[in-house]
C-alpha cells in the first residue's frame, strides 16, 4: 500500500521538472538582452516591469509565478535585484554562459555611456527634454507592471492588504532598511495568513547549475569579502577600489538608489571624489538606460586622490563595475540550485506569496516615489504619459517605440 502511495507520488514530482526545450542560441541572447540594455530606462523598479514583458509575456521564458518568485529571491538577495534576474534568465536559456553574456549585454551600454560621460565625451545642453519624456515613460511602464503583477499575485484580501501596507510604509518611511523589513514582514505575513492559499507545487525551473557550483560560488563570495580588505589601502589602489567596490555590492539589498549613500561613504568620505564630482556622475547616471550601478563606471574612472586620477583611469572603471557586481552574481550562482526545492516547500510557498505582495506593494510606491513625482509636473505630463500607458497596456505597441515617442514628445514639447 505504501510503496504504490509512493509510486504514484513519484512520477509527477519528476515531471514537474521542467527545462526549456530549446536553449536560446547565445548570438540570440546577447541581442536579447542588448535591446534591453539599451532601452530600459526608469531603474530597477522599471527594469523588472521591461523584463516581465519581455520574458513573461512576449517570449514566455517563465511564467508569471515563476518570475514573481525569482524577483522575491533577488529582493532577499544582496546586490543589483534586476539585473540579478537577468543574470538568472541569462543562465536559465544559455547556462553560465548565457548569464555572463546576459550580464555583459545588459550593463555595457550604460557602462560604456558614463565613463564617455566621465571622460568628457556625454555632456550635451539639449537633452533636458528628451531625457524628461524618458522619466515619463518610465511612468507607464511602471504603471503597467503595478496593473498586471497586482491582478495576478493579489487576488485576495489578504494579499492586496499586504501590497497596500507595503507600500504605504515605503511613502511613508523612505529608509535604506525600510524596503529589507517590508520583505520580511511580508513573508512573516505570508507565513501567518496566507498558509490555506498556498498553491499545490507547480512546474518547477531546472536551471542548469550544479550544487558543487553554487557552493564554490558561496565560498568565493565569503573569500573575496573578508580577503580583499586585508590588500587595501587609505589611497585608492587597483586592489582598493575593488575591495571598496565589492563590499558595496555584497552590502547593499534591494540595488538602485539604495547604493547612492554606500558609494559615497566609500569614495567620498576617504577623500577620492569630490561631492559635487559624484553629484556630476549621479546625474548622469539617471540619463541612461540599464542598472544605476554602472555608476561605478564612472566613479572608477574619476577617482583621484589629491588631484592625481589612477592610471589607467579606463582599467579602473573596468574594475570597478566588476567589482560592484560580482557579489550579487556569485549569491545568484550559490542560490539557484537551491531555488526549487525551497519555492515547492508549502511553507516557503505561502513565504513567497506574502513576498510577492510585498513587491507588488513596493512597486506601487515606487510609482509614486521617485517616478510619479519627479516625471509629471503637470497636465501635459500627465497626457504624455497615459497615451504611453496606453499604447502598452491596450494597443500592445512595442516597448522600444514607445520609448522612442516619448522621448520625441519630451524633446519637442519640452
Known sequence: MSTSGTTTSTPPERESIVQPPDRTPLPALFLVFLRLG????????????????????????????????LVALCQFLPGPASSQVSFAVGILRGGLPGG????????????LLLIAFAWGLAESSQGAGWLHGLKLIAVAVVAQAVWGMARNLCPDRERATIAGIAAVALV????????????VLGAAAGALLLRDKAPTPGPAVLFPIGR????????????????????????????????AFYRTGALVFGGGHVVLPLLQTEVVGPGWLT?????????????????????????????????????????????AVVAIFLPGLLLVVGTLPFWNDLRNEPHAQAVLLGVNAAVVGLLGAALYDPIWISAVRGPLDFA???TA???????????????????LAGWVLL
Open 212 to 243: 558543487r557550483t553554487a557552493w564554490t560560488a558561496l565560498v568565493l563570495f565569503v573569500v573575496l569579502l573578508v580577503g580583499l580588505p586585508l590588500f587595501g589601502s587609505a589611497q585608492p589602489t587597483l586592489l582598493s577600489v575593488a575591495d
Open 100 to 111: 555572463l553574456l546576459a550580464w555583459l549585454a545588459f550593463t555595457g551600454p550604460s557602462a
Open 275 to 319: 561631492p559635487d564630482a559624484f553629484l556630476a556622475g549621479y546625474g548622469a547616471a539617471q540619463a541612461v538606460p540599464g542598472p544605476l550601478f554602472t555608476f561605478a563606471g564612472y566613479l572608477g574612472m574619476v577617482v583621484a586622490p589629491n588631484g592625481a586620477a589612477l592610471t589607467p583611469p579606463l582599467l579602473t572603471a573596468l574594475v
Open 38 to 69: 539599451l532601452t530600459s530606462f526608469g531603474g530597477p523598479i522599471a527594469h523588472l516591469a521591461y523584463y516581465r514583458e519581455a520574458f513573461v509575456v512576449k517570449r514566455r521564458w517563465l511564467d508569471e509565478r515563476g518570475y514573481a518568485d
Open 389 to 407: 500607458f496606453l499604447a502598452l497596456q491596450v494597443w500592445k505597441a512595442p516597448v522600444w517605440a514607445v520609448v522612442g515617442a516619448a522621448a
Open 384 to 386: 504624455i504619459a497615459l
Open 172 to 183: 511613508l518611511w523612505q529608509t535604506n532598511l525600510t524596503q529589507i523589513a517590508i520583505i
